[in-house]
C-alpha cells in the first residue's frame, strides 16, 4: 500500500518561494504518476502540476505555469513541488497525490492515493 507523506508547508511573504515534499513508501515508486493539487477553504480540489513515473512529462495548472516546477527523484521515493513569485491565492492546503498509471493525469478523481496535506499561506 502507497503512503504519502507531505512537508514543507509555511506562512511566506507575497514573492517568495518555498518548496513542498512529498515521501513515499510502499508500493513501486518508479511507475506511479504524481501529483500535487491544493484546496482553499469553500473550493473544490484543483490540479496544481502532475509528472510521468520516468519525470520526462509534466503537467501544470493555468494558474501556476511558469511559477511552479515539479520534480520527482524514483531512487529517493520522492517528489518536490518548487513554488516562485508566490501570490495570496496560492494560500491552500496542499496535496500530494499518486496514481498507479502511465498516463500522466490532471482531475483529482483520477488519482485514488492521497498524503494528508500541507498548508501554504502567503501573505500580500
Known amino acids: 500500500q502507497v503512503q504519502l507523506v507531505e512537508s514543507g508547508g509555511d506562512f511566506v511573504q507575497a514573492g517568495g518561494s518555498l518548496r513542498l515534499s512529498c515521501s513515499v513508501s510502499?508500493?513501486?515508486?518508479?511507475?506511479?504518476?504524481m501529483g500535487w493539487f491544493r484546496q482553499a477553504p469553500g473550493n473544490e480540489r484543483q490540479f496544481v502540476a502532475a509528472i510521468s513515473w520516468t519525470g520526462g512529462t509534466t503537467r501544470y495548472g493555468d494558474s501556476v505555469k511558469g511559477r511552479f516546477t515539479i520534480s520527482r527523484s524514483n531512487a529517493k521515493n520522492s517528489v518536490w513541488l518548487q513554488m516562485n513569485s508566490l501570490k495570496p491565492e496560492d494560500t491552500a492546503v496542499y496535496y500530494c497525490a499518486a496514481r498507479q498509471s502511465v498516463r500522466v493525469a490532471t482531475t483529482a478523481r483520477e488519482f485514488n492515493i492521497w498524503g494528508q496535506g500541507t498548508q501554504v499561506t502567503v501573505s500580500s
Open positions: 510502499g508500493g513501486t515508486f518508479s511507475t506511479i504518476v
